[in-house]
């Protein structure tokens, strides 16, 4: 059993090189950039990997991209802002020791570092992704920037070890990938016809901060916690927002044409 590490990547210098080398045991890494300009291409190599320079077509097309690219038809994805931990590395090696898995794909729990703690709970941790899967009977789909992995067969758990996550260098970063992704996600709302906000504007923000902070005990990790719930909260009001922005207030510039007097 041979295995390819995937790995995409924009601008991530501060963490490309320890990504790929929680990888190296692969017996294959690859990097698929989309026009970093801060190094991460050449940061990459140094450490290893075979880096395939392209566009960015979106979450889920560049992950399928990036698996078609590998040379090995079990593929380990995983973000630049992500690493192997030794217990994990540990569970897949005994997996690709044993040969041919008689599944199609693994999933692994990730435990994220933000605000200066590890979050464990809020619905964060454990938070189980499937990552280790056969190409051939796996491929990426969802609606961006949500991708998520469709098997054509069974999944099992590799209960040992943690995908480890580095998210959010800071607040600030976190409410600039909120704008991103939220832009992303409300034009693939307008494009599929979803276009009632009202109701959502109002009573989808409390709901996404009570279940993250009361009901998933977000509050048990501290203010770091409360911040989280919130920042989730503001997500959901601002996707629908802008679905509202997109539809209405587009179609009523439309109608009005040019100003009196104008």
């Not at 698996?67 to 994990?88: K, Q």
């Not at 690709?96 to 729990?109: I, N």
Request: hydrophobic letters at 45%; one cysteine or more.
């Amino acid at each position: 059993m041979k295995i390819t590490a995937a790995i995409i990547a924009k601008d991530e210098a501060d963490h490309i090189a320890a990504c790929v080398q929680s990888v190296a045991w692969c017996d294959e890494v690859v990097v698929l950039d989309s026009g970093s300009r801060d190094g991460t291409p050449a940061l990459a190599r140094a450490a290893g990997a075979r880096v395939v320079e392209t566009d960015w077509p979106g979450w889920v097309a560049q992950k399928n991209r990036a698996a078609a690219a590998a040379t090995h038809d079990w593929v380990l994805s995983i973000d630049a802002d992500e690493r192997v931990d030794a217990r994990l590395r540990a569970a897949i090696e005994r997996v690709r020791a044993g040969g041919e898995p008689d599944v199609a794909a693994f999933e692994m729990t990730r435990h994220t570092f933000v605000l200066g703690r590890w979050i464990d709970h809020g619905g964060w941790y454990p938070e189980w992704r499937t990552r280790l899967f056969d190409r051939r009977r796996a491929r990426w789909a969802g609606v961006d920037p949500h991708d998520r992995l469709e098997v054509d067969g069974p999944v099992r758990r590799l209960a040992e070890g943690e995908l480890v996550h580095y998210t959010y260098r800071s607040i600030s970063a976190h409410v600039a990938q909120i704008d991103r992704f939220t832009t992303v996600a409300a034009r693939e709302k307008v494009a599929r016809g979803r276009t009632r906000t009202l109701l959502a504007m109002l009573f989808r923000p409390p709901a996404r901060f009570l279940r993250m902070y009361v009901l998933r005990l977000g509050f048990l990790d501290g203010r770091a916690g409360f911040v989280l719930a919130a920042m989730a909260a503001w997500y959901v009001f601002l996707k629908y927002a802008k679905v509202w922005e997109a539809t209405a207030v587009a179609g009523r510039r439309g109608d009005a044409g040019e100003r009196p007097g104008g």
